[in-house]
C-alpha cells in the first residue's frame, strides 16, 4: 500500500466560516476538493505529526467516504494514530471530549451541524485543535491561504479498514482504533450529573422525550437516557441515525421541532421534552407547557448549576455571545462572577475555558455548555435541566416562573431573511451602519437609544481583537436590537435581526414573546428599513 503524492489545483472557496467549511455536497464531491483541504490543513498544522488525531462525523450522507479519504491521508502525512468512532459517528461535543481525553492533536469533525443532508443537501468539516475546540481565525485564515495555492497532496492507497468493528487496525505506519462513540461521553456525564438522583426521580414518575431527530444523539440519548438512567423505551423519538437524517431539518427551534411544542401543550405532555442538532451540539428544552428559549435556560442553569456535582465549587465565570439576550447578565451580577460577551460563534468561549475564567456560556441559537468540553453539548444541557428538576423538586415552569420573579424576564426573538444577494444583504447592514451615529437619544415607543454601534471584541486572554460582530442598537437594559450576517449559510446571505425586550413587572409573566417583541419588531423597521431594502415582507424564520 504505497504512499502517493498526486498532483491537484486549488479551489479559491475553502475559507471556513463561524463552523468550519460548509458547502453542499455537490461542492465536496469535486475532484481532490476534499483532498485539497485536509492536505491544507496537514500541511500548515505541522504539529499534528507524531499526534493522535480524532475522527468524526454526524452520519449524514457523504460521512464514511470522507473519513476513509482523511484516514488515507493521515497515514500518508505522518499522524500517528487516528481515533474514530465506530461507523464513523462522533457528536461534536463527544469528538471535543476525546480530542482532550487521548491528549491528541487535534481532530477532524465531518458535520454540517443541523443543514439538511443527503446527496442534494449540505456537507462540511471542522477542524478542531489540541484542547478540544475549533481551530482559531488565525488558523482557518493560513489554511485558507494555504488552499489556493496547493499543488499537490499525499494519500496511502489502497487502505481497506473496517470502520465498523472496534479495536486496532494499521494502515502503513498509523495505528487506527475504532472507538465505541458514547463510552467516554457517557461517563464524562456521569462524572458531572448525579445520575442516582436522576435515576430516581424518573423511578418516581419523572417522564422525558428527547428527539434526536434522526441524527447522531441518536445512540448517546438512547444509551444514557433509557440505558442508564431508567428512562421510558419511548423517551427517545427518531434515534437511529440515518445519512439524510430522515428528510428531516434536525434544528431544535419552534418551526423544526414545533412538534415538541404541541406535544408539550397536550395533556400527553412529559415533565420534560428536548431535541438536538445533527451534530449533537445545539438543545431545546421545554417543560409541560413551556418554551424555555435559549437565553432564559442559560440564565436559569447559571442560577442552578452550583447544585450540580461537577460544578459544586461554583461557577467562574458566565459568558454569552453579544446577540444572546442579557438574562445571564442578571445572574453573573446577583452571583458576583466574572462575565464576558462575546462575538457569534463558540471558539471565543474556548480560550476562557482555558484560562480557568468560565464556567457555563451559551448562545441564543440554542447553543449551552460548560467547562466540560470545548464545545456547545446539547446532551449536556438536557441533562443538566433533569438534574436541575431531580434536585429541586420544581417543574420547568415553576423554575422559570421563580427565576423571573427574581431577575425578570427577557423576552427574545429571532428574525432571519434568507438567501438574500449579499448585495443587498449588505446595504441593509450599512443603511444601519451608517444610521448609527445618529441614533442615541432617539425615542422609539417606550425606549429610547443609549447606544448604538458595531460590536468588536477583545480577548482579554489573547489580546486579539475581532471586529466586525454584529450592529446593535441598545435602549439600556430595557431592549436591544442587534443585526449581523449569518457565517454559516450555504446560499446566498442570511440576515438575522435579534430582538430582546426586559420587563421586571410580574404582569409581564403571562405574555407571549411575540406580542411583547412586537412594538420592538415595529422599531426596528423603522431604524433598519429591513423590508423596503429587500423587498420581503416578513423574515424566513422566526426563532
Ligand atoms: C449560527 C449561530 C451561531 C452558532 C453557529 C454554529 O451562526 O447563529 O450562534 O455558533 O451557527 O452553530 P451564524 O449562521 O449566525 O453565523
Ligand atoms: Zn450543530
Redesign the pocket.
Known sequence: MPIRELQTKPYNDQKS???GLRKKVAVFQQPHYLENFLQSIFDVETSLRGKTLIIGGDGRYYNREAIFTAIAMAAANGVAKVVVGQGGLLSTPAASHLIRLRKAGGGFLFTA??NPAGPDGDFGIKFNVAGGGQAPEGLTTRIYEHSKTIQRYRVAEGANLDLDRRGLQKLEEMEIEVVDCVEDYSALMQSLFDFDRIREWIKKGGTLRFDAMHAVTGPYAQRILVEQLGAATNAVMNATPLEDFGGGHPDPNLIYAKHLVDLVHSPASPDLAAASDGDG??NMILGRGIFISPGDSLAMLAAHLDKLPGYRGGLKGLAR?M?TCRAVDQVAKALKVEFHETP???KFFANLFDAGRLTLCG???F?TSSSHARE?DGLWAVLAWINVLAVTGLSVREIAEQHWRRFGRHYFARHDYENLSTATAASVTQALADANAHLPGKTYGDWTVTQADEFSYHDPVDGSIAVHQGLRVVFGDAARIVL??????TEGA?L?LYLERYEKLETALGWETDSAVAPLANAAEQIVRIGELTGRKAPNVIT
Open positions: 466560516g463561524t463552523a451541524s443541523h451540539d445545539r455571545s446577540p457569534t460563534g463558540w448562545e441564543e441559537s447553543g456547545k449581523r450576517l449569518s457565517g454559516t449559510g442570511t438575522r
